[in-house]
């Protein structure tokens, strides 16, 4: 078996990092609108802060982001999660329901969204490890269930939330600055760094790999499949939270329709862009960042060239099918005999000719 491995990256030839083809689309997009958009570059300075549209590929990405990290944990054990999307709007709902109807603060309403989203999270670990329930049917369920949910506790309609219960901490978590850069870039960042080196720097990271390489395996040498499906169920869930309250305070109001409408998409297309295998076991946490950070560009030069936004997902589709045949082993043999063949009829014409 060794054997057949070795003999089968040596026909490949060199083997790329996860994040490496995701990286090579990011830097073709960008080298497309230095030539294009020169302006796509220009930062501006104003009272301290940066702005220009490479912050806000970062600044609006940062949802992204937040959601592919939670993803990505989520996919590795070899599972899936299709409610995020319907998170976000539940902890958006909570968040204003709290601040607007209530004589509680900030905090209390921030750590009530935290709350309800962790406990869907929760809900949707149970559902797969305890009711061995199929992770896409299991998460199917509060995706459809839980924009109906986010709906109700919001009174079926959008809820603003003043300007005076808003300020000044959910308006900072959402257009305040740190260190001139908008602060939703600080926490994603944040969240990135503290799971990178949680997954890299512990055991974590292993036990999410054996279960999502080998379940029997991994519970043969003693590992508990159920803790670590649940807890990245419920990480998942969090991030969704985060991602939940960064939209809420960006915009001041919570759309339970709209909110989180088919970011778990992107970030399932992010994890898969970023090398992270659907079938689960090795991960890469940088792949998955960088994959959310080249839709957020992707979709930003669109709208930058005028292309409406109707339109947009079919070319932000190609990249992400040419990113992802880019990274099929498959192909890439195929490529390399194909030019193989080539070299030896070039070297045989020559030889002819001679």
Not at 123 to 135: D, F, M, Q
Not at 191 to 220: C, I, K, M, Q, Y
Not at 333 to 352: D, F, I, P
Request: charged content about 10%; hydrophobic content about 55%; overall charge neutral.
């Amino acid at each position: 078996m060794t054997q057949d491995v070795n003999l089968k990256k040596n026909r490949l030839g060199w083997q790329p990092p996860p994040a490496f083809y995701a990286l090579l689309g990011l830097a073709a997009l960008l080298l497309v609108n230095w030539f294009c958009i020169p302006s796509f570059f220009e930062i501006q300075v104003r009272d301290g802060n940066f702005y220009g549209s490479l912050i806000d590929v970062f600044n609006r990405g940062a949802i992204g982001v937040l959601l592919a990290i939670g993803m990505t944990l989520v996919v590795a054990t070899g599972g899936v999660d299709l409610s995020v999307g319907s998170v976000v709007a539940i902890c958006g709902a909570v968040v204003a329901i709290v601040l607007t109807t209530t004589q509680f603060g900030i905090v209390v309403a921030i750590a009530a969204g935290l709350l309800a989203a962790v406990g869907a999270g929760a809900v949707n670990g149970i559902l797969i490890t305890w009711l061995r329930i199929e992770p896409i049917i299991a998460t199917l369920v509060l995706m459809v269930s839980g924009r109906g949910i986010a709906k109700y506790i919001a009174g079926e309609q959008t809820v603003a939330v003043p300007p005076e219960l808003a300020s000044p901490t959910l308006d900072f978590l959402g257009n305040g600055h740190f260190l001139g850069l908008p602060f939703p870039i600080t926490i994603a960042a944040v969240l990135f760094v503290v799971t990178l080196l949680v997954v890299r720097r512990t055991s974590v990271g292993l036990l999410v790999e054996s279960v999502g390489a080998n379940p029997s395996a991994s519970r043969a040498c003693g590992i508990n499949d159920t803790v670590v499906k649940l807890t990245v169920y419920v990480f998942a869930g969090f991030c969704a939270g985060l991602a939940g309250i960064i939209d809420l305070a960006n915009i001041g109001i919570a759309d339970p329709t709209n909110a989180g409408a088919l970011s778990e998409l992107d970030a399932i297309f992010a994890v898969l862009v970023g090398g992270t295998a659907l079938t689960g076991g090795r991960f890469s946490l940088t792949g998955a960042v960088i994959g959310a950070l080249l839709l957020q560009t992707l979709m930003t030069t669109l709208y930058t060239w005028g292309v409406p936004s109707d339109v947009a997902p079919v070319p932000k589709a190609i990249v992400i099918l040419l990113v992802c045949l880019l990274q099929s082993p498959t192909l890439r043999s195929w490529l390399e005999r194909t030019l193989r063949g080539n070299r030896k009829m070039g070297s045989r014409q020559v030889e002819a000719s001679s």
